[in-house]
């Protein structure tokens, strides 16, 4: 059973739907296919929005480039020739039950990363791994509670960056800073500032999201 | 035990440990993404694959893996 999270006006002015799992324990190994079915079920719904005709099941065929990104392809001879736009970017993500699939207009909005993780303390080896200097430092003055969701959205803007311009986790995360400059964060990338927009909340107050929008997708 | 069903033995134990997953629910041919991990508990586990096998794989090595058997044959191939 998939249920759609209720509208959080948060996600829908970006695109973004959110869908709880409630797998039997071992169903979750079903999740990340529940992934690529919520994929599909949301592009419909954004196509749907856009085009102005309904999008059939089946139309849609999801596949993923070599660097694991996903696209998604139009079967044109099903549409009977109509044009469809397929100027949609979509990043999909899922953690410990919840599912969330966000879309971009890549001409207006530029190529999407999105991420969702439930919040938990992240392995001290892999905090040291996927930090900088800068950030384990700036992140010391935080206490713990505090410490562990600000370590949890750092890697999830990692994350959805990495998903962003297209290499995944093919890129260390550690090529990625993040720096919080009052309610502003930003991002370098291989030590050049980049011009990403950056969205993130928290859902349920269980799970930290994020949302990255960058011009270039690398690959 | 050889040195092959020792890295193995403790590919399995890791996984376990890290994805709270019992023993018996993977075997070899289980695809990775039926080990329902998300992207923070796939790179928490290469952290540990390379910590204890004291050896790093190429990001490209780990996209190239599909299943439990592809992890273990990529440490013994670098071990």
């Known amino acids: 059973m998939f249920l759609k999270i209720p509208k959080h006006s948060e996600f829908a002015a970006r695109r973004t739907r959110l869908y709880s799992a409630v797998l039997k324990k071992e169903a979750k190994k079903e999740e990340t296919r529940w992934g690529r079915i919520v994929a599909e079920g949301a592009l419909k719904m954004m196509l749907e929005g856009v085009s102005g005709f309904a999008v059939r099941p089946g139309d849609i065929t999801i596949s993923s480039s070599f660097s694991g990104k996903p696209f998604f392809s139009f079967n044109t001879s099903s549409t009977s020739g109509r044009q469809v736009p397929e100027r949609f970017d979509f990043s999909v993500s899922h953690s410990d039950g919840v599912v969330g699939v966000s879309v971009s207009d890549r001409f207006a909005e530029g190529w999407v990363g999105f991420d969702i993780e439930r919040i938990r303390k992240i392995p001290n080896e892999a905090c040291e791994a996927l930090l900088t200097d800068k950030e384990k430092k700036y992140l010391k003055r935080f206490a713990f509670s505090e410490r562990m969701e600000s370590e949890m959205l750092f890697w999830c803007i990692k994350e959805s960056f990495l998903k962003a311009i297209g290499t995944g986790l093919r890129v260390h995360p550690k090529h990625v800073e993040i720096r919080q400059v009052g309610k502003k964060i930003l991002i370098s990338y291989r030590g050049e500032d980049q011009n990403a927009r950056i969205n993130w909340g928290k859902y349920n107050r269980s799970y930290i999201w994020s949302r990255v929008l960058i011009q270039s997708c690398l690959v | ?79």
């Open chain 2, 1 to 79: 035990m050889d040195q092959s069903d020792q890295i193995k033995d403790k590919v399995y134990k890791m996984i376990s440990k890290i994805l709270g997953m019992a023993r018996d629910s993977f075997e070899d041919e289980t695809p990775i993404e039926d080990l329902a991990a998300d992207s923070l508990e796939l790179f928490t586990l290469l952290i540990a694959f390379e910590k204890e096998f004291n050896r790093q794989a190429s990001y490209e090595d780990l996209l190239e893996l599909h299943t439990v058997g592809d992890i273990i044959k990529l440490i013994q191939r670098k071990t």
